[in-house]
Each structure stands twice: as C-alpha cells, then as structure tokens.
C-alpha cells in the first residue's frame, strides 16, 4: 500500500508545470475531430449518489453530499465554485430510465422534435422520457490569479428542479448587460425539499464582479467554439 508521501509525490507529478523539454506542439492529436471533443459537466453528489458508494464503479473517493464535481475527470471542487457563464442553449433532451439500462437518445430544439424522434427510433415512450433541459456553458475559475488564472471548461445542466435557478441566472445576465462572459458568479449547493417535503442538494447563484482580461479572452476562445459547434457538452452519464 502507498504511504502518505508517495501519495502526494504523485499528486505533485499530476499538476507539476510542464518541463522545458516538452514542445508542447500538440502532437498526437492530429486525427481528433469535432465528434471526438466534448465539454464536462459539473455535477453535484446527493446523498444517494453512486459517487458515494464504494462498490460503485462511478464511486469517487471523499466525496461528499453537497459537492460538486467534473463528470469527466471526477475532481471534487467542494460546495461552491466560481462559474463564468459563456453560452447558453435550451435543449430538449431524451433520456432512458435508468431503472431499464439507462441512456442519452438525442437531444433536439424543440419538444415536438424529441418526441417526434421518440417515434421515428421507435422507443418505448413509457421508459424514455424527454427533458427540458438549460445548458449553461463556460468556465470555472480554479485560481483567479489576475496575470495567469487556472480555468477549465465545463457545462451546468439544468433541468426539473434547478430550471428556478436556470431563470435566475439568465435574469442575472440580462440585467447586468454586456456579453455574457464579462462577470463571474458563485454556483453553490444548499438544501432544498421536493413537495413531498423530501430533502435534497440544489444550486443557489451569486452575481460576482468582472473577470480579468485573461479570464474574458479564454472566454471568448470557448464562446467561439461552441458557437461554431466545434464543442459540445458530454452526455455519458445522465
């Protein structure tokens, strides 16, 4: 078993700064196409979450109710994160119930559009259900450094339960103007209830102040690339 110390040695390896020896040219990469390439999303552990349970195979160590963490990479980023929001799409996505294998079976612009999918694949309506669903693309700011921040990219969906948060959001943005990406907002979770009075982790938003130029132009980078359609959000887990 690995002590604490080599642990974090390989801990260190993982967010070392690249040596002098690497070109960094990107090579390797030459034959990934816009198919390949997806955004992460950031999801967040609820007490029944199979994060949690250790003999599941999306289990992911400390994780905890409450936090949020990347779909992809599985980092854990506690109960609050600081988001840029970069673009938005309004999506109406069908999913299979997970109780029958579960599933992504397109997502379409319009609910006539799914269901009319839902018929044309020849589904089985009572286990695949279509879900209105907010994409909100963008960033989040692992360390706001002004002259070297750390982002990465990530995606918040917001479906059911969170489209209040959704209009909150989107509201916020409208008010303050501009281009979307030009302020930063806290994404946190709390505890809300169902009508059943069944509690539950939720989101809460916080207008924050603007980004730095370097955090404004990474922005645009990732605001191109979605508009182009060159990146899209990942849909390997519901």
Same mark, same amino acid.
């Given at each position: 078993?690995? %002590? ?15 040596? #002098? $020896? &690497? ?14 390439? %997806? ?27 409450? &936090?949020?963490?990347?779909?992809? #990479? ?8 600081? $988001? ?8 109406? +996505? +069908?999913?299979? !119930? ?6 992504? $079976?397109?997502?379409? /612009? %319009? ?10 694949? !020849? ?8 879900? !209105?669903? =907010? ?21 918040? #969906? &917001? ?11 989107? %509201?916020?943005?409208?008010? =303050? ?6 302020? =930063? ?10 009508? /059943? *009075? ?5 989101? #809460? ?12 132009? /990474? ?9 182009? *359609? ?5 849909? !390997?887990?519901?």
């Amino acid at each position: 078993m690995a %002590t604490k110390n080599e642990v974090a040695k390989k801990e260190e390896l993982t967010v070392a700064a690249r040596p #002098s $020896f &690497m070109k960094g040219q990107g090579r390797g990469s030459e034959n990934v196409g816009v198919e390949d390439i %997806t955004i992460p999303r950031l999801e967040l552990v609820q007490s029944l979450s199979p994060q949690r349970k250790k003999t599941d195979p999306q289990y992911i160590e400390g994780a905890e109710e409450g &936090m949020f963490f990347n779909s992809v #990479s599985k980092q854990l980023y506690g109960e609050s994160v600081i $988001f840029v929001p970069v673009f938005f799409r309004k999506e109406y +996505i +069908i999913w299979k !119930d997970r109780k029958h294998g579960g599933g992504f $079976f397109g997502a379409h /612009a %319009t609910e006539q559009e799914a269901y009319k999918a839902i018929e044309d694949q !020849d589904l089985n309506p009572e286990i695949h259900e279509v879900v !209105d669903t =907010a994409q909100h693309f963008g960033l989040i700011v692992n360390d706001p450094t002004p002259d070297n921040p750390k982002v990465e990219e990530i995606v918040i #969906s &917001m479906n059911k339960s969170k489209m209040k948060v959704n209009r909150q959001l989107n %509201t916020m943005i409208r008010m =303050a103007g501009g281009d979307r990406f030009e302020r =930063a907002y806290k994404i946190s979770s709390v505890v809300d209830a169902n009508k /059943a *009075g069944e509690e539950y982790m939720n989101l #809460s938003v916080k207008q924050l102040g603007f980004v730095s130029e370097p955090i404004y132009r /990474a922005a645009e980078q990732v605001y191109e690339a979605i508009s182009s *359609g060159a990146k899209d959000v990942n849909r !390997d887990a519901e």
